[in-house]
């Protein structure tokens, strides 16, 4: 049957004005309705209060926080000129001194976009332990700061692969990766497949790496919203913690204590997959150091000499400080809030912390904001699937830390195909959700028994962080 239509209904002469009410009642009641929920909505979309960037394309982990002070612009657009700096073997070049062997010549050439890189030879660090020295009488013999990190050095390795090198250097190794795939199902009997890294590291006179030597395999992570997570009280993680599982709920997060090079002391750990550096200053100098062969003078060659001064450094660290989280998106539509809901019901809250409040900063923008970082910082130990049985400071070869999920929904959006865990594996969320055991077993569990809609919904509150 067909309605008649409004002109059969109306008198020619009634219908331009009856047409016109509608609309704008129906205007001011849109009107009214975005704007409530836009405001009862603000807060928790900013997920880094004052700090929040609402952009949310390719370049959403560009923004500067939008409440920067004048200063802290000042120091963003010098940092952003030292993120992106190529560096050069050519002595008197003012970008010299690359090398002589590396993983990469700029921040920006791993941190894509700000974003993660790929699992590729030069943008995947490989780090090395041997483990032959890890058992106590060896490791007396060790230097302090080598002992506190529990990570013996290998011979002619160190502890980091560097896999290139400037023209008459050779590669410490040639890296070489391979996929292994195994197939799986979810409890509905759905099929799915997942992939694991493994490594073929060769030595330049040829020979495999030993199998003593413990290979810790890393992508590098995302660098915005960084500022915020050194700006929350240490006091407010180690709250968080739960070493012996006095509350049974099979979580037991706990801090890692590394050790702080300006201070000389241990600290509580933040950054890094396992939460292995103490703060974006030093962080960013082990990059320089370990990632493109440029002494600093946090990390200065035997002779004391340096090859970026401290102003590029400080630079460098104040970049990823001043970079906003992106804001979350769609949190009035009921899927996104149903996987919310499971998110929370499958304790993926119970490590991805929701809420922190921050304290005191460098930069005073940072400072007293409610940030949504889901992460609580702290190791845990994830099971045997992902372990890379390598210790790094108090981290045990099982235990990560809680990498943050903001901006996480843009990953795939800033760098199509990038992967998620430390070591890119997961090449969708379901993946990096089915590779959790070990304290994360039971959410995994309750992952893998929701009906497909569920777990559907789950993947696309992830898509909106
Ligand atoms: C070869 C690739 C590579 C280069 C070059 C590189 N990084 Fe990284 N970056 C990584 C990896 C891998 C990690 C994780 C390290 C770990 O787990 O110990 C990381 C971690 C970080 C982190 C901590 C992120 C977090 O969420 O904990 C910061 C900050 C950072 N890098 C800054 C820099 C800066 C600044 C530079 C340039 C001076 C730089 N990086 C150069 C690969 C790289
Ligand atoms: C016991 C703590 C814990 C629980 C519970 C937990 N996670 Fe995680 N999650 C982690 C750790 C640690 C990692 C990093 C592991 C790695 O890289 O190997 C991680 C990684 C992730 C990643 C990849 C992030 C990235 O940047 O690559 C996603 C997505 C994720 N978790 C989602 C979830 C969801 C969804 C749940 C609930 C079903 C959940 N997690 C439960 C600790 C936990
Ligand atoms: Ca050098
Ligand atoms: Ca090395
Ligand atoms: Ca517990």
Request: charged share 20%.
């Amino acid at each position: 049957m067909r309605f008649p239509s409004l002109s059969i209904l109306l008198p020619k002469r009634w219908r331009f004005s009856v047409l016109s009410i509608l609309t704008t009642v129906l205007t001011i009641t849109v009107g009214i309705f975005l704007s409530v929920s836009v405001s009862a909505r603000l807060s928790p979309m900013a997920s880094a209060g004052d700090a929040t960037t609402f952009n949310r394309t390719s370049s959403a982990y560009e923004d500067a926080p939008p409440n920067l002070t004048a200063q802290g612009i000042e120091d963003h657009d010098l940092g952003d000129e030292a993120f992106e700096e190529a560096f050069v073997l050519t002595p008197g070049h003012e970008n010299a001194g690359l090398g002589p062997v590396f993983n990469n010549a700029s921040c920006v050439g791993c941190h894509i976009r700000n974003g993660r890189g790929m699992p590729e030879p030069g943008q995947l660090l490989l780090r090395v332990t041997d483990t032959t020295a890890l058992d106590d009488l060896q490791k007396s013999a060790m230097d302090k700061v080598e002992r506190l990190k529990n990570a013996p050095p290998v011979r002619g390795l160190g502890n980091q692969v560097q896999d290139f090198s400037v023209v008459g250097t050779t590669p410490e190794a040639n890296v070489e990766i391979l996929w292994k795939e195994e197939a799986g199902s979810y409890g509905d009997g759905m099929p799915y497949r997942l992939r694991s890294p493994q490594f073929n590291v060769t030595l330049p006179d040829g020979d495999p790496l030993p199998d003593t030597v413990a290979v810790s395999p890393r992508i590098p992570p995302h660098v915005y919203g960084l500022g915020l997570l050194e700006a929350i009280p240490e006091a407010d993680i180690l709250a968080l913690a739960d070493p012996d599982d006095q509350d049974g709920d099979g979580i037991s997060g706990r801090p890692n204590r590394v050790w702080d090079v300006v201070k000389q002391e241990l600290t509580l750990g933040r950054f890094g997959w396992k939460a292995n550096a103490p703060n974006l200053l030093q962080q960013s100098a082990e990059a320089y150091v370990n990632d493109m062969g440029i002494t600093n003078s946090l990390f200065p060659a035997e002779d004391g000499s340096t090859e970026i001064d401290d102003a590029t450094l400080v630079a460098a660290a104040a970049y990823s400080q001043t970079l906003a989280a992106p804001a979350r998106t769609l949190m009035d539509d009921p899927q996104v809030m149903r996987g919310e809901k499971l998110f929370s019901d499958a304790s993926c809250v119970a490590c991805h912390v929701s809420t922190f409040k921050t304290g005191k900063h460098k930069y005073p923008s940072l400072e007293n904001q409610d940030i949504h970082p889901f992460t609580d910082m702290l190791l845990h130990d994830m099971g045997e699937g992902l372990a890379d049985n390598r210790p790094d400071f108090e981290a045990n070869g099982q235990e990560w830390r809680t990498p943050s999920l903001w901006g996480v929904g843009l990953a795939q959006t800033v760098l199509p195909y990038s992967g998620y865990l430390h070591d890119g594996r997961a090449r969708t969320f379901e993946e990096a959700i089915l590779w959790h055991g070990g304290e994360a077993e039971n959410s995994k569990l309750a992952f893998d028994r929701m009906p497909k809609a569920d777990r559907d919904a789950l993947v696309r509150f992830l898509q909106s962080l």
